[in-house]
């Protein structure tokens, strides 16, 4: 093959199409647009603070991880209740994740 050809299609299966459909016969809003929030600007000492906490938890969690293996016999310990607090029987952590794919979506949804 030349650099000029392109590989010959398969004869099984016909072209695929892409298709946009428009919401509502409108045009799609650019999604990049500014939220009137004021932009963050970040100072060298909160870069230091960041840095620390994040080294010192990933030593933390290395440790942890060698604690439970039997490498180490003293480090960190994880607190475990010994008896659980009825009050937080029906506690569901979030997803933080999933909720801030929940508002992304909504606000694609409320710009179209």
């Not at 199409?17 to 990049?32: A, D, I, S, T």
């Not at 960041?50 to 180490?72: I, K």
């Not at 997803?95 to 179209?112: R, T």
């Amino acid at each position: 093959l030349s650099p000029l050809t392109s590989p010959p299609a398969s004869l099984d299966s016909p072209a695929q199409k892409l298709v946009f459909n428009r919401v509502n016969g409108k045009r799609p809003q650019v999604l990049l647009q500014q939220v009137s929030a004021p932009e963050e600007s970040y100072t060298l000492a909160h870069e230091e603070n960041v840095r620390f906490v994040y080294e010192a938890w990933q030593q933390v969690e290395q440790q942890l991880d060698g604690s439970r293996t039997g490498e180490s016999a003293c480090g960190p310990v994880q607190y475990v209740e010994k008896t659980p607090n009825p009050g937080l029987k029906n506690f569901v952590p979030i997803d933080l994740e999933e909720w801030w794919a929940q508002q992304f979506l909504a606000k694609i949804e409320n710009c179209s």
